[in-house]
């Protein structure tokens, strides 16, 4: 990573936002040492805050300005005309480094409605290529991932309540699904989350795609808000 001190006068690209999207557009572009990135960041780089790595502690996160921008919405007039808090991240790695680590893909007939030129099949490489999925039981490991850098598990414990759960809607007539990764994902199922496995800690864009490639020269980071540029 280059400093300020040391920044090119032209980049390529530039880069506003280092969130869940920005640090991993940042990280594939820079996969070509060609190709220099300007990634621009209002929040800090947090590699030791629990509430952020430690997954149970997620929500204590919320409403801490150091990390979260803390936006409300405008009055819901449906909702009493109350100021919904919606918490949103500001650091890099952004939301993915504040949400709940829930894991999953969107059903084929939204991806259809987006892309309608192209079929789904062509459109799951892209996500396989950005996670490394710790499947279970019931799951296609060729509609997942396994050697992205965003790591995806199930828990390995489970509320008593969670198989009876499944055989009630089950009875119900509600279908369930063993991987929802395969272009349905009606009915009811299991979930996976960004959970590194190995470490028990969150898994998000920050640690997947910024860290591991901070020191390539032709990435150049900086911290800092401003209001114009």
């Known amino acids: 990573m280059t400093t300020t001190q040391s920044y090119p006068q032209k980049f390529d690209y530039v880069i506003v936002g280092a969130g869940t999207a920005g640090a ?14 300007g990634l621009v960041e209002a929040g800090e780089h947090v590699t030791d805050m629990m509430s952020i790595f430690v997954p149970g502690m997620a929500r204590m996160a919320h409403g801490d300005k150091r ?6 919405t405008v009055p819901q007039t449906h909702a009493h005309d109350r100021k919904i808090f919606e918490p949103r991240g500001k650091l890099v790695g952004g939301s993915s480094a504040l949400n709940y680590m ?6 084929r007939a939204e991806y259809d409605v987006c892309l309608s030129c192209m079929e789904v099949e062509n459109r799951i490489p892209p996500t396989e290529d950005s996670a490394k999925v710790y499947h279970t039981s019931g799951y296609t490991p060729a509609l997942h991932g396994q050697v992205g ?3 995806s598990s199930f828990a390995h414990w489970y509320n008593d309540l969670h198989v009876p759960f499944l055989e009630s809607v089950a009875n119900l007539g509600v279908p369930i699904s063993p991987d929802t990764g395969n272009g349905s994902n009606y009915g009811a199922f299991t979930g996976a989350f960004t959970v590194d496995p190995e470490t028990s800690t969150r898994s998000f864009s920050a640690t997947g795609y910024y860290a591991p490639n901070a020191d390539r ?13």
Do not use: H
């Open 24 to 37: 991993a557009l940042a990280a594939r572009l820079t996969e070509d040492p060609n190709i220099t990135v």
């Open 67 to 72: 990390v979260d921008w803390s936006f409300y």
């Open 102 to 107: 829930a894991w999953g893909r969107a059903s």
């Open 149 to 151: 850098p965003i790591k």
């Open 217 to 229: 020269k032709n990435l150049c980071s900086s911290a800092s808000l401003t209001q114009r540029a």
